[in-house]
């Protein structure tokens, strides 16, 4: 599929020392050579743990004691021979062994995601499960822990493999009528019946996928905004939900100005929170007129709004709104509007209630758990297949329709990873950890 690597690569794949343990992998056509060096005796056998002394070939010094294990290609992760070391997890240890490593011939230091960009040019992973993998790493919660490996599983690979043979063998039958019709033999040419009903069935698949809530939210959070008048308990709320006192609330209308976000998970689902300066008329000072214009334009761009004011003052949004009756343990002093949802982020009444119609507004946004859910990149992918497939319908040309498949197939391409380009390839990778 591609050149194959001379350069052999290492990078400490686990965590940031100090630790228990650092696991350091070597990948390349000098890995094993590399192991026997680090070593006195025998490499384990493949893909079996081996106790050994590292030493450092060029000084003789015994750098640490731990287990190697050697996987010949081009059966392993990247494709390539691939080496691991378990050493102890000390900064002195993985530095000592980094150094050793570096002074081999053909040897350096790993690029970010590297080990996977070599996965991925040596066919071992499509673009799809990378970025699954992507996702993966950067989970922090269970959901999009699921989706994630929804998207390794490779349910989008397997996909956009039918579509691409079904495509692949439309383009087949108008390639052979092209062929006999040049020879005059339209008999022979058989029809081009169904060749546009299919490409409109196989557009209609993909524009429902396109249609799907993407993954993006998923791994950026729900924006969650809390909004309504001065003093009406937004920042109270915003800290109740975060869980600490995040936000400065008081008596005082027209306390909070800036705008203030937070990363939450309610029910594993992952929500950025915001709040903000309340919304008023009037005359009010320069810097509380610059939060205000702030507020309303966070909630024209929140996907959920905690509304805290009266139903006739909510803004003219988008997002889904969910009205609250704020401080509902003043009683008879609470504030008016007495609709909606009753809340005391003091006591804590309603907050409980409040979640779920939050989680369930958030669920909807979201896709389902295990469902593959499709990254921008791939969204714009599809619909550029999508949009060729379309086309097939207004013409009766067969060169056109060829064309239009060939066009809708390399769409699908990108969108694999099967023709790519470095730009895209850097950009996916710069998100990957050295050593990942
Ligand atoms: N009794 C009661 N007081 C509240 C509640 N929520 C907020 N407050 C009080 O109302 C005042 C304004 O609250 P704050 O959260 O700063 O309002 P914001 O301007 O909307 O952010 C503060 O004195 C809060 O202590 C509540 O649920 N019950
Ligand atoms: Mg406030």
Redesign the pocket.
């Given at each position: 599929m591609s050149t194959p690597q001379t350069e052999t690569i290492f990078a400490l794949s686990s965590g940031q020392p100090p630790a228990a343990i650092a696991v350091i992998r070597i990948s390349g056509p000098a890995a094993l050579e590399a192991a026997r060096s680090l070593t006195t005796r025998d490499l384990p056998q493949p893909r079996r743990a081996g106790l050994r002394r590292f030493i450092d070939p060029a000084s003789g010094d015994l750098l640490d004691e731990g287990l190697l294990l050697c996987f010949p290609g081009p059966n392993t992760e990247t494709g390539e021979d691939m080496v691991e070391l378990h050493a102890h997890g000390s900064r002195a240890v993985i530095r000592g062994i980094e150094e050793a490593l570096a002074r081999l011939p053909g040897l350096r230091g790993a690029e970010p995601g590297e080990f996977t960009r070599r996965a991925f040019l040596n066919g071992r992973m499509d673009l799809a499960a990378i970025e699954g993998l992507g996702d993966l790493l950067a989970a922090e919660t269970a959901l999009q822990r699921r989706a994630a490996m929804a998207m390794m599983g490779g349910g989008l690979s397997r996909r956009i493999d039918e579509w691409a043979t079904a495509l692949r063998r439309l383009a087949a039958q108008v390639e052979a009528r092209l062929d006999f019709s040049d020879e005059g033999d339209v008999e022979q040419a058989g029809a081009l019946d169904g060749v546009a009903e299919s490409c409109g069935a196989i557009a209609e698949e993909m524009e429902a996928d396109i249609a799907r809530p993407p993954a993006d939210r998923l791994r950026d959070g729900i924006r969650v905004a809390i909004g309504?008048?001065?003093?009406?308990?937004?920042?109270?709320?915003?800290?109740r939900l975060v869980g600490r006192d995040a936000?400065?609330?008081?008596?005082q209308?027209?306390?909070?100005r800036d705008i203030l976000e937070a990363s939450i998970a309610l029910r594993a689902i992952p929500l950025v929170l915001f709040?903000s300066a309340?919304l008023r008329e009037g005359t009010v000072d320069e810097i509380e007129r610059i939060g205000i214009d702030r507020a309303g334009a966070l909630l024209a761009s929140a996907d959920i709004i905690l509304w805290?004011g009266p139903p006739d003052g909510k803004p003219y949004v988008e997002g889904r709104i969910i009205q609250i009756h704020?401080?509902?343990?003043?009683g008879e002093n609470s504030v008016p509007p007495a609709s909606g949802l009753s809340?005391?982020?003091?006591?804590g009444e309603g907050i409980d209630a409040l979640i779920d119609l939050i989680c369930d507004a958030a669920r909807s946004l979201l896709p389902l758990p295990g469902d593959y859910a499709l990254s921008q990149r791939q969204r714009a992918a599809m619909a550029r297949s999508a949009a060729a497939l379309r086309e097939v319908a207004l013409t009766s040309d067969e060169i056109l329709i060829g064309e239009c498949l060939r066009q809708a197939l390399g769409a699908l391409d990108e969108l694999t990873g099967r023709v790519t380009t470095d730009a895209v390839l850097d950009e996916l990778f710069s998100g990957f950890c050295v050593g990942k």
């Open positions: 309504g008048p001065p003093n009406a308990g937004k920042s109270t709320l915003f800290n936000a400065i609330t008081s008596a209308a027209g306390t909070t709040d309340g805290l704020p401080k509902a343990d003043m809340i005391s982020a003091v006591t």
